[in-house]
C-alpha cells in the first residue's frame, strides 16, 4: 500500500519570503504521479502543481516549484515570494498511474505572515 | 462555468439516522470522486465512478456507506444507520476523465455531525 508523509503540521513564513514544505512516500510502484494541494479555509481543494514521476524534471508553476528526488521518494514544494493568499493548507498527494485515485498526506499549515 | 458543486453544505443527524449526500459534477465530465476528510487530517478516497459504474470502491469503509451516479452525472453518497465517528467533512471531485493528466476539480464539501 502506498502512503503519504508530510511532517511538517506547521509551517509559517514572512511575505515575499521563500518556504519550502516536505513530503515523502511510500510505493513500490515505479508508474506514479505526485501532486501539491492547496486547502483555504474555504475547503476548497485547489491544484497547485502536479509530476509525473518519469520526469526528471522538476515541475515549475509560476511561484511554485517542486523538488523531485524518485530514489529517495521525495516530494518537496517551495513556494517562492510568498503572499498572503498563500495562507492554506497544502497537501502532497500520491496516485498510482491511471488509477484516479488520490492517496493523501496528513497536511502541512502554512501561515504567511505580513 | 459552474465548478463542482455539493449539497448540502452542513448536516447534522443524530445517530442511527440515515443521510444522503449529493454532489453534482461539471458538465461533461465522466468522473466522479468521493472522499472523506476528518478533522485535521488529508482527504481520504471512498469511492471512483467513470460514467455510471462504480471503477473503485475500494475506500468505502463498511456496508452501511453506498454511492450511485444512475445516468453518469449527479451522484449522492448515501450512508445508513450513522454512527459518531462518520463525522466528517466529505469531499466530491470530477475529472474529464480518469487518468492521472484529467485534473480533479472539487467541491466545498459537505460537513457531515452525527450527535
Known amino acids: 500500500a502506498q502512503t503519504v508523509t508530510q511532517s511538517q503540521p506547521e509551517m509559517s513564513v514572512q511575505e515575499a519570503e521563500t518556504v519550502t514544505l516536505s513530503c515523502t512516500y511510500d510505493?513500490?510502484?515505479?508508474?506514479?504521479?505526485l501532486f501539491w494541494y492547496k486547502q483555504p479555509p474555504s475547503r476548497q481543494m485547489i491544484l497547485v502543481i502536479r509530476?509525473?514521476?518519469?520526469?526528471?524534471q522538476n515541475a515549475t508553476e509560476n511561484r511554485f516549484s517542486v523538488n523531485f528526488q524518485k530514489a529517495a521518494k521525495s516530494f518537496s514544494l517551495k513556494i517562492s515570494d510568498s503572499q498572503l493568499g498563500d495562507t492554506a493548507m497544502y497537501f502532497c498527494?500520491?496516485?498510482?498511474?491511471?488509477?484516479?485515485?488520490?492517496?493523501f498526506g496528513q497536511g502541512t499549515t502554512l501561515q504567511v505572515k505580513p | 462555468g459552474a465548478g463542482v458543486s455539493q449539497t448540502p453544505s452542513n448536516k447534522v443527524t443524530e445517530k442511527g439516522k440515515y443521510v444522503e449526500l449529493r454532489c453534482d459534477p461539471i458538465?461533461?465530465?465522466?468522473?466522479l470522486y468521493w472522499y472523506r476528510q476528518s478533522l485535521g487530517q488529508g482527504p481520504e478516497f471512498l469511492i471512483y465512478?467513470?460514467?455510471?459504474?462504480?471503477?473503485?470502491d475500494s475506500g468505502l469503509p463498511n456496508d452501511r456507506f453506498f454511492a450511485v451516479r444512475p445516468e453518469g452525472s449527479v451522484s449522492t453518497l448515501k450512508i445508513q444507520r450513522t454512527e459518531r465517528g462518520d463525522s466528517a467533512v466529505y469531499l466530491c471531485?470530477?475529472?474529464?476523465?480518469?487518468?492521472?493528466?484529467?485534473?480533479?476539480?472539487f467541491g466545498p464539501g459537505t460537513r457531515l455531525t452525527v450527535l
Open positions: 471531485a470530477s475529472s474529464l476523465g480518469g487518468s492521472y493528466s484529467n485534473e480533479q476539480f
Open positions: 510505493t513500490s510502484e515505479n508508474n506514479y504521479y
Open positions: 509530476q509525473e514521476a518519469y520526469k526528471q
Open positions: 498527494a500520491f496516485m498510482k498511474s491511471n488509477t484516479g485515485k488520490l492517496i
Open positions: 458538465s461533461g465530465h465522466t468522473a
Open positions: 465512478f467513470q460514467g455510471t459504474g462504480a471503477a473503485d
